[in-house]
């Protein structure tokens, strides 16, 4: 089993929330970087940092600890809180974050609802005219926790067919699943005009 130590940052303190509440907050060090350096010593080969500022305002307000804490601890961070778009988890990923899986959830949120797509006819691809539709379903199963996005292709009516793909992201104690499935029904096997 590995585990992963948590430093929850609020206003720039390593701190514990009773119960979620921000307002129960207890400071246990000034700096992060004090806290992380704690569970290293104390033999932790992996932190997970909880921008708990970034999650309760949408975006990241703690890269900067990030960056400090990976760089002056040595061992693989992971990191969440308000990773929300690709550009958050891509600049907690650049200050050196081992993972941003958090921030997966964000990018499917963001994703659009319904996309019209024209037929597409390349030397490579010969795809018809379809409409997707996106939907994100929360995984709350067994002590699994976590999301299922969906992907619904409904080709033209002259190329009667469906494809849906799913993503499931789940994470349970210490393991994190990342799986991927497709199901496509074509009842017409014919070119895009």
Not at 29 to 38: G, I, N
Request: glycine share 8%.
């Amino acid at each position: 089993m590995i585990l992963y130590p948590a430093i929850d940052i609020y206003e720039g303190k390593a701190v514990r929330l009773v119960q979620g509440r921000f307002e129960d907050a207890t400071t246990y060090h000034d700096d992060p970087l004090e806290a992380a350096q704690s569970w290293v010593d104390a033999g932790a080969r992996y932190l997970h940092v909880v921008d708990l500022d970034g999650a309760k305002e949408g975006e990241p307000r703690s890269i900067e600890h990030l960056r400090r804490i990976v760089q002056g601890t040595g061992v693989p961070v992971q990191y969440g809180g308000g990773l929300r778009t690709v550009d958050a988890v891509r600049d907690a990923l650049r200050a050196g974050a081992d993972a941003a899986l958090a921030g997966l959830r964000g990018v499917a949120d963001g994703c659009q609802k319904t996309v019209n797509v024209p037929a597409a006819k390349t030397s490579d691809r010969n795809e018809p005219a379809y409409t997707e539709t996106v939907a994100v379903q929360p995984i709350n199963e067994e002590g699994w926790v976590g999301f299922v996005v969906i992907r619904h292709k409904s080709y033209d009516a002259a190329h009667p067919g469906t494809a849906d793909t799913a993503v499931t992201v789940a994470q349970t104690s210490n393991v994190v699943l990342v799986d991927a499935y497709a199901i496509y029904q074509l009842n017409s096997a014919s070119p895009a005009a």
